[in-house]
């Protein structure tokens, strides 16, 4: 789970409970809401409502898993150029294919950036190829040249 506590909004414990146990480890299974709620002693739709709420309110920005996609496939990091004034038709644009995520703003002629996750890379040349079309602006793809693992999971201090 990518988390943004930033904003001010009480938290249940079972909110907290989420944040804390779930920024890594997520069930990767059929029902993974219900593996949570299990191990939560709560139930399926108390652990779906706890999330809707937090997504909504800002503090969650993403719920799901992370995969190695050297494993998983073809990935790169692209970016484009986009004036300020469609960023966020753009970006809705960009968001609405399935192999995009991390999608974010930056303060550079390159102000739009997001990773895109192919099955092979033939798959992930034609999805670029798709977002140049839909958008009107060129993409410019990085490519990985060596990883590092940065483990940014962060246990939240609730008594503060």
Same mark, same amino acid.
């Given at each position: 789970?990518?988390?943004?506590?930033?904003?001010?909004?009480?938290?249940?414990?079972?909110?907290?409970?989420?944040?804390?146990?779930?920024?890594?480890?997520?069930?990767? @299974?059929?029902?993974?809401?219900?593996?949570?709620?299990?191990?939560?002693?709560?139930?399926?739709?108390?652990?779906?409502?706890?999330?809707?709420?937090?997504?909504?309110?800002?503090?969650?920005?993403?719920?799901?898993?992370?995969?190695?996609?050297?494993?998983?496939?073809?990935?790169?990091?692209?970016?484009?150029?986009?004036?300020?004034?469609?960023?966020?038709?753009?970006?809705?644009?960009?968001?609405?294919?399935?192999?995009?995520?991390?999608?974010?703003?930056?303060?550079?002629?390159?102000?739009?950036?997001?990773?895109? @996750?192919?099955?092979?890379?033939?798959?992930?040349?034609?999805?670029?190829?798709?977002?140049?079309?839909?958008?009107?602006?060129?993409?410019?793809?990085?490519?990985?040249?060596?990883?590092?693992?940065?483990?940014?999971?962060?246990?939240?201090?609730?008594?503060?």
């Amino acid at each position: 789970m990518n988390t943004n506590v930033t904003m001010t909004m009480t938290m249940s414990s079972l909110d907290q409970q989420l944040i804390n146990e779930y920024q890594k480890g997520l069930p990767v @299974t059929s029902r993974p809401y219900l593996d949570m709620a299990k191990r939560l002693n709560v139930t399926e739709k108390e652990v779906i409502e706890s999330l809707d709420r937090l997504s909504k309110a800002g503090v969650l920005s993403r719920v799901g898993p992370v995969f190695n996609h050297k494993k998983a496939g073809a990935s790169v990091l692209a970016a484009m150029a986009v004036p300020e004034d469609q960023m966020q038709a753009i970006a809705e644009v960009v968001n609405a294919f399935d192999g995009v995520n991390h999608n974010y703003a930056r303060e550079h002629e390159f102000n739009l950036w997001f990773v895109v @996750t192919a099955p092979d890379h033939a798959q992930l040349d034609i999805t670029i190829s798709e977002i140049e079309q839909e958008s009107g602006y060129p993409v410019m793809s990085l490519p990985m040249v060596k990883s590092y693992y940065i483990d940014l999971g962060f246990k939240i201090n609730w008594d503060n």
